[in-house]
């Protein structure tokens, strides 16, 4: 059973390593603020000094931290996993970077002959805590084989999409949607809200057919209550929205929607509601329209 | 049991009405074109030579027609229903118009002791087809109640949403999430086209969670297989737009996502694709990107 090292233990990651713990792999792990090893520490992990350290112990060395420069520094930075890993060994970095950045780190590891996967997942907070998360790994197949059972013990849809850099491109793919979706939702809400509709029927009437997304089901629903608490937040959203417009343009890719998605998330992020939920969208929506999603009861 | 009357037997009005008679309604038809009213008059309806005459000899009078000025013409013309119907009997329009043009023609029909219901549906023609169609149903609520076991024979899911015009407002709020949804589906399969990565692997990997939506699962797996042709029509559904921003320009609401849905829409008729299927619009995207879809290969 391979030696399993756990690098950022956020709140994805105390999920994950959690469930990996459970399915009985030993597991060593890493976290800057030191304190939130503690539950896996007593839980029966074992801590280390550094992610070197981590890697020194480990036959696969997992991180999931926040945006490309804190995977390098984990990775290739002076006490980094890098320094500790021996050949043979595997890297995979689950958390949402720059395919870009995936492949320079792919590379250096190369050199030393460890391999890495990018398996960025989706799912969320209660994904990572339940073990239902999807993951879309890619890099090499073999290696991929080779972490299955422990990608088992945290996801449940696991899908190798390809070369090197290819998890994080579907992962973007999935955030293209993610956003277009929200925006859709609060956009129709806010229609429905001017032309004085009851919103509870509305939702009802539109949730179960071609209009029916995840977004509407999820984020709608929460928006007819006033809720704005996150789910994913768009902070983190917008790190996502960065990544795809600068994928995109490396690509000479035109994306009207997503470009648009962006600049008005931009906007909710100027308003002060980084903290926020996704579904916080409507308030620039709102903003728009110089009217409230749910006190507004004009008709036409 | 009420007599039921159906004027407009097309695609979605000839499998509707066929389930009426099924569900054991005397009912009398008339269709512009007069051999469309056949199929239905060899299973048991009578024909009628004008919409007045279908209303002079029904209690509930449905028509499902193209645009406002069909319904315009259908009810209130020359031989319109209006001249036909008697004080208390039921017009039930199920077509997708303009909620003000539904006001004008509920407020005819009044002056003559005429009830009237908005009662538009989604579903496509399978729904009609199959009595699984969604209706919204705005009016009147004791007519929408006179009138439920009529609808229960065409459809699934009914709702009343309001007073008179609110189920064309709640159709319009549908069609505003099916166009920015097809657009998020184009736009994300396209990235990951010009990514490289395959295909049917990224839509395995985000179909099933916080990016799914009716329009990925149904028409992102068409485009998947080339397939363009309609269930629902770019020109129907330019109507279905046409209708949104008026409606939206009435209520002074800006629409950013749909806005750019629209323009997007008549670029894609503009290159005399109207007759296809909403997932056409692929062909705007592909042609802004200067690559197709299926054949394109580049990594960045």
Redesign the interface.
Known sequence: MKRVGFIGLGIMGSGMSMNILRAGFPITVWNRTPSKMRPLIEAGASGASSPKEVAERSDVIIDIVTDSPDVEEVILGPNGVIHGARPGSIVVDMSTIS??VTRRIASELEKRGVRMLDAPV???DIGAREGTL?I?VGGDEDAFQECLPIFKAMGK?I?????HG?GQ??K??????????M???A??????S?????LE??F???S?????????I?NGAKLLKGDLEPG?KVSHYLKDLRL?ME??A??K??????G?VYQ?FRALDAEGLGEKGTQAIIRVIEK??GCSLLNEK???
Chains 1, 2 share one sequence.
């Open positions: 395919p870009i989706s799912g969320g999807s879309m849809t899908i190798y999409v390809g070369d290819m491109m579907v973007l793919c999935n955030q293209i949607l993610v956003g277009i979706n925006l859709g939702v956009e129709a809400l806010m229609f429905a001017k032309a004085g509709v009851d029927r509305a009802t009437a539109i179960g057919g071609a209009a029916s997304s995840w977004q509407l999820n994913f795809i994928a995109s490396e690509m890719l035109p994306m009207l929607g997503t648009l008005l728009l329209a004009t008709k036409i």
